[in-house]
Structure formats: C-alpha cells, structure tokens
T-cell receptor, first 117, second 110 residues
C-alpha cells in the first residue's frame, strides 16, 4: 500500500529556533500534500495544502510566515516552523494525495511530535 | 464539504462486531465517504472508501444506503488492538481537502 514517512518523529527545541519537518511519499508521486496539526485529545486540523512547484495554500488563521512549506519534488514536502514558541508544541501530521490507479486518497505519515521549551 | 456526525464513543468486547454510523445529510452528488483509523500519537490510517451500496475489504465493510445520507462502518470480530479513534469524512474525493470531525473513540474490552 501507499506509504508516507515523516522525519523526525519527534523533536525538542528551544524557543526562538526553527524546526524543519520532512514528509515523503515513498512508493508513489504526490503533486499534493497536506499538513495538519493535532493537539492532545483533539481532532486533526488542516493547516495548509502543499502543491508541487507552487506556493502552498494556507487555511484561515494559519500564519504563512511562521509555517513555511516547500514542496520541491513529487515525493517531498517540508514544513518549517520558524521562531518556534511553546504554543507551537503539537503533533504535526502530513498526508500525501495518491491519484495513481483508480482511487484518489490521502495517506498519512506517522506524525512528528514537536516540543518547544 | 459535507458535515458529518458520529457518536463520540463506543465500547465493545473482543470478538464482537462493531458498527459505527456516520450521518452526512448534506452529502453532494460527487462526494465519496472515507473512513480513517487513528491510534494515539500516530497518523490516521486509511480503512475504506465508498460511494454507494456496500464496499468490503480485508479489514472492514462500509454500508451506504440509497439516499447516502448516512453510512456505517462495520468492523468484524474486533480485538483489543482495534481500540482507536475512527473518523468518517465526506468529500468530492478523499484526496482533496479533508475536514476531520471529532471521530468516534472505540474501546474494545477483553
């Protein structure tokens, strides 16, 4: 089946630093990837849609200058949390859109736990 | 995007069948219904997708009545490892933007 990886799986950083999270589709090409965040005991919240070769589309209320997204290839999208603060601590999950074959489905990565001290 | 309503939680026992019903009264003609499973501190895992009638795969069945205003995910003979949150999503395709609702927390007891 379709596999999506994320790296790192967890990261701890100091307030004010930047953190980059990678999302890769391992066995399919994805022109579209999505980034979500999830707080404890809550549902996933879509942050942005990442399209290969073009600018990401951010959901209302998500600061595009704080959460930089780059979708440089058909298998890789990165999310950079710039000048991270404790309130950015969360579980970040990416997904990749698989349009190969007869279905059109999102497959999710395992998530990245970010803790900002 | 069609809004979905699911029970907040359900309890079951090992070996039983679990049925989770999702309401989506304003589903559009082009919308598909997709279910995901999520364990704590993991990304959601795709379970099944359907448009109408019945879809079955190796892990679950999805029943969709003719009016498509609801759907039921059926998990046969659950085990303790099926304890998770199950999300029902409706959209033109599951590949496009997804809006996650609260999901249903299923607890399987021994």
């Amino acid at each position: 089946g379709a596999v999506v990886s994320q790296h790192p799986s967890w990261v701890i950083c100091k307030s004010g630093t930047s953190v980059k999270i990678e999302c890769r589709s391992l066995d399919f090409q994805a022109t579209t990837m999505f980034w979500y965040r999830q707080f404890p005991k809550q549902s996933l919240m879509l942050m942005a849609t990442s399209n290969e070769g073009s600018k990401a589309t951010y959901e209302q209320g998500v600061e595009k200058d704080k959460f930089l997204i780059n979708h440089a290839s058909l298998t890789l999208s990165t999310l950079t949390v710039t000048s991270a603060h404790p309130e950015d601590s969360s579980f970040y999950i990416c997904s990749a859109r698989d349009q190969e074959g007869f279905t059109d489905t999102q497959y999710f990565g395992p998530g990245t736990r970010l803790t900002v001290l | 995007l069609a809004k979905t309503t699911q029970p907040i939680s359900m309890d079951s026992y090992e070996g039983q069948e679990v049925n989770i019903t999702c309401s989506h009264n304003n589903i559009a003609t082009n919308d598909y219904i997709t279910w995901y499973q999520q364990f704590p501190s993991q990304g959601p895992r795709f379970i099944i997708q359907g448009y109408k009638t019945k879809v079955t795969n190796e892990v679950a069945s999805l029943f969709i009545p003719a009016d498509r205003k609801s759907s039921t995910l059926s998990l046969p003979r659950v085990s303790l490892s099926d304890t998770a949150v199950y999300y029902c999503l409706v959209g033109e395709t599951a590949g496009n933007k997804l809006t996650f609702g609260g999901g249903t927390r299923v607890l399987v007891k021994p």
